[in-house]
């Protein structure tokens, strides 16, 4: 069975960072691109950020670009969103995604049960 | 980046229904689109993917159609799990852009 298991979400501080964790189980981690999209209480989906499973392509919106870092550990079947200069719109739960390689739809295929990130003084 | 509209922005319907949702992408983006359902507290799960092609265990009243840039959900046998939020994604190309969702309520 896979499982994507986040970690890392806590309250912080406006201007302050943060590291969110995905580990993966129960599936072979180097066949998927992986994706965070985060989700405001009560509100829409929203993408954040892709990485390929050789971790060699990254990209972002717009709205984190500059102070969110996405990176994996394939050795350890992680990921990681580094989130610096945070502000009170990141507030939201993140999720972690998979994508598998080559898949026909480009589709997030399994999802983690998120994480909440809070941002407020 | 491509925007997509989502329609309606809810629904309610009754057990049996046929339900249609519509996503309608800003530009072409070929077959590259999935629907997701989130229940209430839950995270989001795999529907439909490639525009028409169902996911392992997703039931067969669920599928999906294409016509130009205008997507669509059907449910066609509305049933009281299926109350949830549907989402569409393009995945033609990053940002990797949601619907607003729509919201099924059972009457």
């Known amino acids: 069975e896979v499982q994507l298991v986040e970690s890392g979400g806590t309250l912080v501080q406006p201007g302050g960072c943060l590291r969110l964790s995905c580990a993966g189980s129960g599936l072979i981690f180097t066949n998927y691109w992986m994706h965070w999209v985060r989700q405001v209480p009560g509100e829409g989906l929203v993408w954040v950020s892709r990485i390929s499973a050789d971790g060699n392509i990254t990209n972002y919106a717009d709205s984190v670009k500059g102070r969110f870092t996405i990176s994996r550990d394939n050795a350890k079947n992680t990921l990681f969103l580094q989130m610096n200069s945070l502000k009170a719109e990141d507030t939201a739960v993140y999720y972690c995604s998979t994508e598998p390689k080559a898949a026909p739809g480009r589709q997030l295929s399994y999802w983690g049960q998120g994480t909440l990130v809070t941002v407020s003084s | 980046d491509i925007r997509m509209t989502q329609s309606p922005s809810s629904l309610s319907a009754s057990v049996g229904d046929r339900v249609t949702i519509t996503c309608r992408a800003s530009?072409?983006?070929?077959?590259?689109l999935n629907w997701y359902q989130q229940k209430s507290g839950k995270a989001p799960e795999l529907l439909i993917y490639a525009t028409s092609s169902l996911q392992s265990g997703v039931p067969s009243r669920f599928s999906g159609s294409v016509s130009g840039t205008d997507f669509t959900l059907t449910i066609s046998s509305l049933q009281p799990e299926d109350f949830a939020t549907y989402y569409c994604?393009?995945?033609?190309?990053?940002?990797?852009?949601f619907g607003q969702g729509t919201k099924v309520e059972i009457q």
């Open positions: 530009q072409s983006i070929s077959t590259y």
């Open positions: 994604q393009q995945s033609y190309s990053t940002p990797r852009t």
